[in-house]
């Protein structure tokens, strides 16, 4: 099993980026996928969650409707739209496969599998 993300970089404040995360080696189609952040010195941070057909999304408060999450089940990607990037969006993005059942992560409890990150840097 493999979640690979990318997408990831230095951005000004104001600016947008799309990470994306490929999985392999499990049913991408079946889980419920969600994208989480552990900034500097932080603990994890839920940030999205979409449903197996894509269709239902859920976000936590906090993202202010800055984040869009999305899947394309015919190619096996997870993709996550982030704009306007402030600082506080400094932080590794992890995607993640909920177990069956959850809508949120808590902790990584909650997933069966899980990506190696990618990087997100926002600063002038």
């Known amino acids: 099993v493999h979640l690979v993300e990318s997408g990831g970089g230095l951005v000004q404040p104001g600016g947008s980026l799309r990470l994306s995360c490929a999985p392999s080696?499990?049913?991408?189609?079946?889980?419920?996928m969600s994208w989480v952040r552990q900034a500097p010195g932080k603990g994890l941070e839920w940030v999205s969650t979409?449903?197996?057909?894509?269709?239902?999304?859920l976000y936590s408060d906090s993202m202010e409707g800055r984040f869009t999450i999305s899947r394309d089940n015919s190619k096996n990607t997870l993709n996550l739209q982030i704009y306007p990037l402030k600082p506080e969006d400094t932080a590794m993005y992890y995607c993640?496969?909920?177990?069956?059942?959850?809508?949120?992560?808590?902790?990584?409890?909650?997933?069966?599998?899980w990506g190696q990150g990618t990087q997100v840097t926002v600063s002038s």
């Open positions: 993640a496969a909920l177990k069956p059942g959850l809508w949120k992560f808590y902790s990584k409890k909650d997933v069966d599998y």
């Open positions: 080696g499990f049913a991408f189609h079946t889980y419920r």
């Open positions: 979409i449903g197996t057909y894509g269709d239902d999304t």
